[in-house]
């Protein structure tokens, strides 16, 4: 068995520098390979929410089919909204795992690495602007609720809405509200990477180009420069990245890179510590309550080839419009950020991550295709991986079922 001195992460996101730090409070050391800099691609650029997970999963659902709605029968929506909540099962129990740990976590995660995260948790609105996403909206409550579901929110009739958001639009149909949690996303991904470094994890600058191997085992991991670098196991946390990185082992994980932007505006006045999220966009509230971040659902989040993250004032432009649209007050506003970056889908934009042992590698993992909740699964799939490292690749019984729905078999031989 080897001796797991020399786990070897490929990628300084999130992901990568997660499980560094969970592999780092289990005893095992670890060497981060990252190209750019920690948390210089969408790791460092995300808004960073931890929504409610029976309602991250429910809610895009219906983002991505408010435009088939008219098409559907009542009894044919119902059908595929309970398709949808069965399909993510294993996506609503890998979101639960890091939700309930991660105010404990936090504290724990600031007092190793060093960094205030700008930790905090707030209710978020999914408001509706029109009776039929209104419709929508009580009816997943409902369907939430009957799922056994009970903590979380409830439904706000458009009056009550006004008086949280006294500036609000007043064609408000009513909304839900979910408890959220946020960081701040450059500072919880290097937190967690320099939490890892002082118990014993390196981070090395270097492009990873392919690998060596004897028999089902990659023996070292080789380097742009020509370097090799020896590995016991090797973890790949590539993002959008991980269709290629997977490729130098065979099989090519099928991805989907997408493209996320979001705009930051200073506000004259603070604005209601709230998130709010309608259809068309978000508006969430800084730890400074004077900016908030509003998201274009333009085209959201645009498909790309070539991994093209350049920023459009298309993305721009529709971000202000739905925020003015929503808050008539915001356009007094300024614009001080536009950012945004590269996120990795399963295909047909479907929400399956992956997370587990390379089925063709006996020490080979990969831990990708978080999509746009990244850092919502970030404790969960640290966890996870650094425990499934540390049995040999042996899940433990009580995620066996968890691991097995998230295990990369796409990259089993014969498969591609
Ligand atoms: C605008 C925006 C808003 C978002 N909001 C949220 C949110 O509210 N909540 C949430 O949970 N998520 C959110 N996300 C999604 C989240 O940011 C991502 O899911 C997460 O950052 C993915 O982390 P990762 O570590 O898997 O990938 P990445 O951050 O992409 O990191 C992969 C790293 O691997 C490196 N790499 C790749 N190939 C190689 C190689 N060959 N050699 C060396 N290094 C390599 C890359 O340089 C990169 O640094 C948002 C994203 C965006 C863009």
Redesign the pocket.
Known sequence: MATKNEVII????????SIAYHLARRGITSQI???????????????????YPPSVCLALSLVSTESVIPMLTGAEFEDLRAQMLEERQSMIDLHWIGYHRLPEAILELQERGGIDVKYREFPFFRIALSEEVAKLYKESLSAIRSAGYEEGGDWLEPDELKTIFPNINPQIKGGMWFPVF?VE?YKY?LCLAQAAEKMGCTIRS????GFNSKGTRVTSVVLASGAKVEADEVVL??????G??TSWLGNELPVEVH????VRVELPRPFPPYGIWTTRGAI?PEYDNKVVIL?SFEGW?DLVTNFDSSLTEQSRLSAIEMATNLFPGIEKGTVVEH??????WAPGMEMQAVLGRHPEWDNVYV??R?????????LAAGQLMAELIARGGQAPYRVKKLLEALSPVELKAGKG
């Open positions: 490929v990628g300084a996101g999130v992901s990568g520098c390979i990252e190209r750019e800099s920690i948390a210089n691609r969408a790791s460092g650029k995300a808004w960073a929410i931890w929504e946020k996303p991904t270097g492009e990873v180009v946390a590539t993002g959008p990245w991980t290629q990185s493209k996320e932007q979001c969430i998201h989040p950012r945004g970056d590269l996120e990795c831990a990708s978080f999509n746009t909740f990244g850092f919502a699964l970030s």
